[in-house]
């Protein structure tokens, strides 16, 4: 399905704040602002002389809510973890339930902050490295749970992958790519992928990882094709974590203009709150990579684990320049 550009006189009336997007890229090309849909929906409503079946408003309904960018119109606040593990984020510390709770009450906050309307996610862990850069799979059995209870509850899920040993995109020592992996759950409509290079290694915790720019660009390709060859409507987005130069190699030559892959550039380091201002203006020097992501890490109690000391409010999140669409929690 090809998405349409908003009208012009839909950027009149709606457009977003300046301050939270980069110009100089592009950013969302080819999309519908909320108010378009708004509009288009009362235009089909107030047809002279007709009336839509129930089957032609259903198909309206699902049509045009394809073409909503989320990003445009939400922040995204997600809570990060392996529902296994106490010890590799918060999600992995309460239940389904008590997670949407928590997300709930957060989101209250960031509302009241920033002015937009937020999004609650699931982010999980679904490869996991190991030593010598294998790589621990998230059973279905775990995962599905979180998917399902997501569908019912308007809540995203982010399926992400530590790629490990492994190739970002191709076969390698006998198994499917980390991509190729995850992109079978993109079936379902609330599911968006990651990739996280800090772990793309064999010596975890001791050399860090990196993915390169043609990598990165190979990736949203095939993501994008790939929702073309099955029926995948809409946009999904892609998550690449960074904190450290070497992690993405040839930054600068990442694209960002795929039709239906929105491209997210997440800040992923610890520290004090100048510690990571200055890593996040190390990641926004990136303006090729317009859509930026920030992650906040909790004092778990964790012998030897990092966090965030203190952990910055969502007042400082929203003064970061430019302003992260998408703010996690670990």
Request: net charge neutral.
């Amino acid at each position: 399905m090809l998405i349409l550009c908003a009208s012009a006189q839909a950027h009149a009336t709606f457009t977003p704040d300046v301050d939270i997007l980069n110009r100089n890229a592009p950013i969302f090309p080819h999309m519908l602002f909320t108010e378009t849909i708004t509009n288009s929906r009362r235009v089909e409503a107030s047809r002279p002389y007709w009336v839509n079946t129930r089957e032609e408003q259903t198909a309206i309904e699902r049509r045009t809510s394809y073409q909503i960018s989320m990003l445009l119109n939400y922040d995204i606040l997600a809570y990060y973890g392996h529902p296994g593990s106490r010890n590799m984020g918060i999600l992995g510390r309460h239940t389904i339930e008590e997670i949407d709770q928590m997300l709930t009450e957060l989101a209250k906050v960031y509302e009241a902050t920033g002015g937009k309307k937020i999004k609650k996610a699931f982010y999980l862990i679904y490869g996991t490295v190991w030593p010598e850069g294998e790589i621990g799979i998230m059973r279905d059995s775990m995962l599905m749970p979180y998917i399902e209870y997501g569908m019912k509850n308007d809540i995203l899920v982010f399926v992400d992958h530590q790629i490990g040993k492994y190739h970002p995109i191709e076969p390698a020592h006998g198994r499917q790519s980390a991509l190729h992996q995850i992109l079978p759950y993109l079936r379902y409509p609330n599911v968006h992928l990651a990739l996280d290079p800090e772990w793309r290694t064999t010596r975890p915790m001791q050399v860090l990882g990196q993915v390169t720019a043609d990598e990165l660009n190979r990736a949203q390709q095939i993501m994008e094709n790939y929702m073309i060859a099955n029926n995948i409507p809409g946009e999904r987005m892609l998550v690449i974590h960074q904190f450290n130069s070497i992690m993405v190699r040839n930054a600068s030559q990442v694209r960002t203009d795929f039709n239906r892959v929105r491209f997210i550039h997440c800040m992923d380091g610890i520290g004090d709150p100048e510690m990571k201002r200055g890593t996040y203006d190390f990641v926004a020097q990136f303006n090729n990579m317009p859509l930026k992501g920030f992650k906040l890490f909790y004092n778990l109690g964790i012998p030897g684990a990092g966090f965030d000391n203190p952990i910055m409010s969502p007042q400082d999140v929203y003064e970061l320049n430019p302003r992260p669409l998408i703010i996690m929690y670990q």
